[in-house]
T-cell receptor, first 115, second 112 residues
Framework: DTEVTQTPKHLVMGMTNKKSLKCEQH?????MYWYKQKAKKPPELMFV???????INESVPSRFSPECPNSSLLNLHLHALQPEDSALYLC??????????????FGPGTRLTVL | KQEVTQIPAALSVPEGENLVLNCSFT??????LQWFRQDPGKGLTSLLL?????REQTSGRLNASLDKSSGRSTLYIAASQPGDSATYLC???????????FGQGTELSVKP
């Protein structure tokens, strides 16, 4: 099973709302990622969790707050977003360790619209 | 700083043609290179991954090659089909703990 799942598929929120995006994988991967993707652009890395600890934050505004409750789950909490934050948010995961491929697997994404 | 470039940005071919998508990177010190496919509004699907020690990988009608010394990779698609229409992205991983560096993608359209 090489599946990463994300919920919800679509989300519309106002600038004063608080919402969360969820990501789950059951491949035993110990690295999980959040990316933001705008139309016709490649994904931009936001956060990386390695062994459930935040290892990379690409200078993302504090209105985005990641959380990794356990090795299978990754959340992205959203608060006071701006219309320019509207994008496709992608979750990904990969295995960690030596002697492995380090192949990254992506979820289907959450299409976020901020009004 | 590693930069990844994909040429062309868009490509339109008739069904049945064999085609090549190009990816170049500026720093040859990579751990692996991954090719992805993305359908509009969807996530990325991993197509092929080539380790830095490998020269090519094959899956069905797809063949990816890697020439680290020249900083190039190609994705060869044989006997293209309309269902191959999508955006193809290449990405390099510089080290195990690093992040993927993406190219801008090639948008492929295969006409029936």
């Amino acid at each position: 099973d090489t599946e990463v799942t994300q919920t919800p598929k679509h989300l519309v929120m106002g600038m004063t709302n608080k919402k969360s995006l969820k990501c789950e994988q059951h491949m035993g991967h110990r690295a999980m990622y959040w990316y933001k993707q705008k139309a016709k652009k490649p994904p931009e890395l936001m956060f990386v969790y390695s062994y459930e600890k935040l290892s990379i934050n690409e200078s993302v505004p504090s209105r985005f707050s990641p959380e990794c409750p356990n090795s299978s789950l990754l959340n992205l909490h959203l608060h006071a977003l701006q219309p320019e934050d509207s994008a496709l948010y992608l979750c990904a995961s990969k295995d960690l360790g030596t002697g492995i491929k380090h192949e990254q697997f992506f979820g289907p994404g959450t299409r976020l619209t901020v009004l | 700083k590693q930069e990844v470039t994909q040429i062309p940005a868009a490509l339109s071919v008739p069904e049945g043609e064999n085609l090549v998508l190009n990816c170049s990177f500026t720093d040859s010190a990579i751990y692996n290179l991954q090719w992805f496919r993305q359908d509009p509004g969807k996530g990325l699907t991993s197509l092929l991954l080539i380790q830095s020690s490998q020269r090519e990988q094959t899956s069905g009608r797809l063949n990816a090659s890697l020439d680290k010394s020249s900083g190039r990779s190609t994705l060869y698609i044989a006997a293209s089909q309309p269902g191959d229409s999508a955006t193809y992205l290449c990405a390099v991983l510089e080290n195990q703990g690093g992040k993927l560096i993406f190219g801008q993608g090639t948008e492929l359209s295969v006409k029936p």
